[in-house]
Every structure is written in structure tokens, then in C-alpha cells.
């Protein structure tokens, strides 16, 4: 394999085991504010518990997340040089961003949060508790912003020419508020949402199933499936809101996820299917009219297809790998919706507990949301192709001079064995604390009190 493909898979194979964490770190964050705060407004030491034993779970996500995301960075440098001097000025000024306004305040109260419970009062845990989580959630936008920027860009102007030109920044809020930013840091949200809440779902229906920690268990699926829930629906929102800003964005990319050639009104929406790219034909079943209505919400509307679009085929991306992704995170994220429904509709029923085969699929249900991460991040990256900046920079101008094959696949390999060996660790390390469970110490009182906490205490 050439050297853009060897960068390509190496960078996506990287960015992927990283995606793992940060989604999980966001919604776990989420859950402790909300399990904290029940603590403090109700007094109930199992909230107590549960925010105590989730923190830890929270803790092994992050430390595993900042340390697989530090090595994108470098090879922004190493694979990807001229690609980095052409965006330096804006992917920089996000990357600043986030490491002062998002970073910073995350780790500067993560010891509180993990080693305040008994030395800091409640309520000064709880605002670190709060504080993490935000700092957390602007990790990811920053991020965001700056991946949005590439797909849509704007507030820049072009500096220099030939190997020399870059991008420079003529609006700040007009980079950061870009034509998807908001649609995309809303989808990223709500996936992280969901990846955190399904993981206390999980984790809770595996103790209900050995009948271990049921107190605990019950309260923590409670939460869990409330967030999920909520996420789950928002997602589908988000998603909808999504979409249209692809399709008035990028048509090709649009087309790409529905493998649709022909410019056409009343286009269908297919449901599943395989894209014959070479010769430009798609079957599976289909709804009438529905991406249309999707697309502009009325299905006398056209839809743009890639032979209007893209007429060169050189400027399309991988079609049916782009469909086929696209369509996987849809599928599971109505799946997810059925998963979260049945939960809650149970919960309330009061026999959700006696149902073992519901039990199971929301052990399983944890799979869900980074499947569907997963995919939604390649459908987003590949269907952009052969641009790495929309419609200014291609994928393969942005590589490295210097860089050889040779180089990239020894380097790829290495990175798979320590992220094999790290993955690993992760697996270990989360199984010894599920399989440990919470403190029932954590049941009593924690925390310095005030003296009318002390009269209640």
C-alpha cells in the first residue's frame, strides 16, 4: 500500500480506539452530577454509593482517554506536516481553546473529585463534580469545532500560494460557529450521552441478573435508563438536524449515504441495501419520497445526486462503505430508542427485575452506542473524501514530504500492539471494579459537614 493509505488507515485506526473514551468520560460525567445531586437533595446515602463507585469507573475512562488522544497529535506532525501548516492557525486556535478552557478546568478538579470525598465539604465536591463534567463537555466542543471546520469551512481566507498557503482566521466566531458546528457538537453530545448511560445500565443489569448489589443496582438503572432515554430521543432530533445540514453543506456526501446517483424529487430513502459503484446502481428496499421530506421536510423537493454533484469520480467519496456506515449508526440508534423504551416502560410496570431476557439485552445494550459512534464518525470522515479541508485541501496534498510507507507501517503496527496491550489493561481494570462493586462503607455519611448537616447526620 502507498503512503495515503497506510497515514489514512493508521489515523483512523488511532482515532478510533481513542473515540472509545471521551464518549464515556462525557456521560458518566452527566451521571454523577445527577447522582451527586440527588445525594445532596435527598440525603439518601445510596446515591452516595453510586456516585462514589462511578466515579472511579469515570477515572479509569479518562486517564485511558488523555493518553491514547496525545498521539493524534503527533501525527498531525509526523504523517499529516503539510496538512498541519495549512490549518495551523485554525485547528491550532481550537486545540488552544480547548487546552485552556476545557482541559485545564477538567484536570484542575479532578482530585477534588476523586480524593475530596472526606477532606472538602459536599457542596464544594458537588460544584467539582460539576466542573469536571463541563470541562469535559468542552473538551468536546472545541474538538468538534475544529473537525466541523474541515467539513464546512469558514471565517478564513487563503494565505500565500503553492506548498506555502495556509488558512488564516478573518472571523474567530465565524470558524467556530461554521455551517455544522452546532448540528455536529449536538449528535457528538447525545452519542456521549448515551455511551455513558447504557454503561450504568449495563453494569447494573449484569448485578440484577447474579443478584448482587441490588439496591445499588436498582437506583444506578434508574438513572441509567432515564438518561438514556432522553439521549436516545434526543439523538434522533439531533440526528434529523444533522442531515439537513448535510444536505444543504455537502450534496455528495449526503448522496454517499444513500447511494443515490440521479438527481431526483420525491427521492427515496432506502433502509438497507448494497451500492453497486461501478455501475452506479443501489439495491435494497426503499421509502418513497422519505429522504426528500428528510432532507428539505417536503418530498416534492430534490435531492441532489452524485452524478450532478460530483460529476468527476475522482471527487467522490467510497460509496457504499459511506452507505453502509451511515446506515449501521441509524439502525442502532433506533435500536437503541426500542432498548431505552422497553426499559423504562418495564421499570414503571414495576417487572422490569423479573424479566431476564431484558436484563440481558441491556447488559448488552453497552455495545450500542460506540458501534454507532464508530460508525457515525467513519460515515462523517470518509464521506467527506478526497477532501481533508471540503473543497480547498485534498486528503492527499495534506501529507508529509518526508514520510515513507515503510515508516508508517512500522509505526502502525507498534501503535496497534500498545493499543491492543492498553485496551486490554482497560478491560481488566473496568471487569476488577464491576466484579469488586461498590464500597458498602460509601452507604454512611461522607464529607465534612456543616453544623446543621451534622444534626440530620
Aim: proline content about 4%; hydrophobic content about 50%; glycine content about 10%.
Amino acid at each position: 500500500m502507498d503512503v495515503l493509505t497506510l497515514s489514512r488507515i493508521q489515523f483512523g485506526l488511532t482515532i478510533s480506539f481513542h473515540y472509545i473514551y471521551p464518549p464515556l468520560s462525557i456521560g458518566l460525567g452527566v451521571v454523577l452530577v445527577l447522582m451527586e445531586g440527588m445525594w445532596l437533595r435527598t440525603g439518601k446515602t445510596i446515591y452516595h454509593q453510586m456516585a462514589r463507585f462511578w466515579t472511579k469507573v469515570f477515572a479509569l475512562t479518562f486517564s485511558i482517554g488523555v493518553a491514547t488522544g496525545i498521539v493524534m497529535e503527533f501525527e498531525f506532525g509526523t504523517n499529516w506536516a503539510t496538512y498541519s501548516r495549512y490549518v495551523g492557525d485554525v485547528f491550532g486556535s481550537a486545540l488552544a481553546a480547548e487546552g485552556i478552557f476545557a482541559f485545564f478546568l477538567e484536570s484542575g478538579f479532578l482530585a477534588l473529585l476523586l480524593f475530596g470525598w472526606d477532606r472538602v465539604g459536599r457542596k464544594l465536591h458537588f460544584f467539582a463534580t460539576c466542573m469536571v463534567c463541563l470541562g469535559a463537555h468542552f473538551s468536546a466542543i472545541w474538538i468538534v469545532v475544529a473537525n466541523s471546520w474541515m467539513q464546512t469551512p469558514a471565517g478564513f481566507h487563503i494565505v500565500g500560494e503553492g506548498m506555502k498557503a495556509r488558512a488564516e482566521i478573518t472571523d474567530f466566531w465565524a470558524m467556530v460557529f461554521n455551517p455544522s458546528s452546532m448540528d455536529r457538537l449536538f449528535h457528538t453530545l447525545c452519542g456521549a450521552w448515551q455511551a455513558g448511560a447504557f454503561l450504568v445500565v449495563s453494569v447494573s443489569a449484569w448485578y440484577l441478573l447474579k443478584q448482587k448489589h441490588e439496591a445499588f443496582a436498582k437506583a444506578s438503572m434508574r438513572v441509567g435508563l432515564a438518561v438514556g432515554l432522553v439521549a436516545s430521543l434526543l439523538q434522533l432530533l439531533s440526528g434529523h438536524g444533522s442531515a439537513q445540514g448535510v444536505a444543504r453543506n455537502q450534496p455528495v456526501k449526503l448522496a454517499a449515504f444513500e447511494g443515490l446517483y440521479e438527481t431526483t424529487t420525491h427521492a427515496p430513502l432506502t433502509l438497507f441495501g448494497w451500492v453497486d459503484e461501478k455501475n452506479e446502481k443501489i439495491t435494497g428496499p426503499a421509502v418513497p419520497g422519505m429522504l426528500s421530506f428528510l432532507a428539505h421536510n417536503d418530498t416534492a423537493l430534490p435531492v441532489t445526486g452524485l452524478r450532478q454533484a460530483a460529476p468527476d469520480k475522482n471527487d467522490r467519496p467510497p460509496v457504499n462503505f459511506t452507505f453502509q456506515m451511515f446506515h449501521l449508526m441509524v439502525g442502532i440508534g433506533f435500536g437503541m430508542i426500542a432498548v431505552a423504551l422497553f426499559g423504562a416502560f418495564f421499570y414503571w410496570q414495576g417487572v422490569l427485575f423479573r424479566k431476564r431476557w431484558m436484563l440481558w439485552l441491556l447488559v448488552l445494550s453497552v455495545l450500542g452506542p460506540q458501534l454507532a459512534n464508530q460508525a457515525g464518525w467513519f460515515a462523517a470522515e470518509v464521506g467527506r473524501q478526497p477532501w481533508i479541508v471540503y473543497g480547498w485541501l485534498r486528503t492527499s496534498e495534506g501529507l508529509s514530504a518526508v514520510v515513507k510507507a515503510n515508516m508508517v507501517l512500522t509505526s502502525m503496527i507498534l501503535f496497534t500492539a500498545v493499543y491492543m496491550l492498553l485496551f486490554a489493561v482497560f478491560v481488566y481494570l473496568l471487569n476488577d471494579k464491576i466484579q469488586h462493586g461498590p464500597d458498602e462503607a460509601d452507604l454512611a455519611p461522607s464529607g465534612k459537614l456543616s453544623p446543621p448537616e451534622r444534626k440530620r447526620a
